[in-house]
Nanobody, 115 residues
């Protein structure tokens, strides 16, 4: 069974930074497109950033210029560097990957941006 484990969430003040990690196991990590999603209270889960197996990245408009997605295939780990955080970034952040109907999710890590 594929396992994805997020870490790095926490409480941060507006304007601050956090770095999330997603450690993957039981998959050939290097061939998978990896995604970060987030879900704020009362809202639908939304795609935040994507990184292809070759390192091509895409971002939601709301995070462009502030967030950076990256991956280390040698460590089977994906990252999300989040800068200039605002209260609107408060959400549970999830790591996701998969092919077609076979989708895998981590348990999520809470990010709270508040003064």
């Amino acid at each position: 069974q594929v396992q994805l484990v997020e870490s790095g969430g926490g409480l941060v003040q507006p304007g601050g930074s956090l770095r999330l990690s997603c450690a993957a196991s039981r998959i050939i990590f290097s061939i998978y497109v990896m995604n970060w999603y987030r879900q704020a209270p009362g809202k639908q889960r939304e795609l935040v950033a994507t990184i292809s197996s070759g390192g091509i990245t895409n971002y939601a408009d709301s995070v462009k210029g502030r967030f950076t997605i990256s991956r280390d295939n040698a460590k089977n780990t994906m990252y999300l560097q989040m800068n200039s955080l605002t209260p609107e970034d408060t959400a549970v952040y999830y790591c996701n990957t998969g092919f077609g109907a076979a989708q895998y999710w981590g348990q999520g890590t809470q990010v709270t941006v508040s003064s």
